[in-house]
């Protein structure tokens, strides 16, 4: 499949199997976000992969869009060690984060597995919960399985805004 077309298949899917997710397909999607690009290459970012009952279950404590999944990634930044901008101290760990996490994005479509960035969590209450992700800003969780039989993607998605409302050439 074409990038740009995994791009267009690719959707945030609010209805997930619990089914377990095949390691070989789960080591396609970490590699996919190991090779991922980050500011100086300084890879500032760790993943957890929340696969236990315990896991799960805290993971249902801090957001309630876990959407039928069984498998969770949580991709966290270290600040202290990413790149920094020095015209103006912009930290650069989210946006390393955000790339890894549109790599693992685009890797769960490629297995032919389903997501959706879950931003609204309690960090606070997640590092707590999990002390070995403490020190770190935590960026995203990601319920992954296959998609439900009743899986659809939002009636918004492809509505997008023309070229010309969001490209300027100078």
């Given at each position: 499949?074409?990038f ?7 959707y945030s899917?609010?209805s997930?199997?619990?089914d377990?997710?095949?390691?070989s397909?789960l080591?396609a999607?970490?590699?996919?976000a ?22 799960v279950?805290?993971?249902g404590?801090?957001?309630k ?7 969770f990634?949580v991709?966290?930044s270290?600040?202290d060690t ?6 103006d101290n912009a930290n650069?760990?989210d ?14 479509t490629?297995?032919?597995?389903a ?5 609204l969590f309690d960090a ?9 992700m403490?020190?770190y800003h ?10 439900a039989d009743d899986a659809?993607?939002s009636?918004r ?8 409302n969001i490209?300027?050439f100078?």
């Open positions: 499949m074409s740009l077309n995994l791009a267009r298949e690719r899917c609010r997930l199997t619990p377990a997710i095949d390691p397909k080591d999607i970490l590699e996919a190991r090779v991922a690009p980050t500011a100086v290459n300084k890879q500032p970012f760790h993943i957890w992969v929340v696969t236990s009952d315990e896991g279950e805290r993971i404590q801090v957001t869009y876990t959407f039928g999944a069984r498998t990634i991709v966290g270290k600040p990413a790149w920094v901008r020095k015209s650069f760990c946006v390393d984060a955000s790339i890894v996490a549109t790599h693992i994005m685009l890797a769960v490629d297995q032919g597995l997501t959706t960035w879950v931003g606070p209450l997640m590092a707590q919960l999990f002390p070995q403490q020190g935590l960026d995203a969780i990601f319920p992954i399985g296959a998609p659809e993607p009636p998605h492809t509505e997008r805004q023309p070229l010309e490209v300027s100078i």
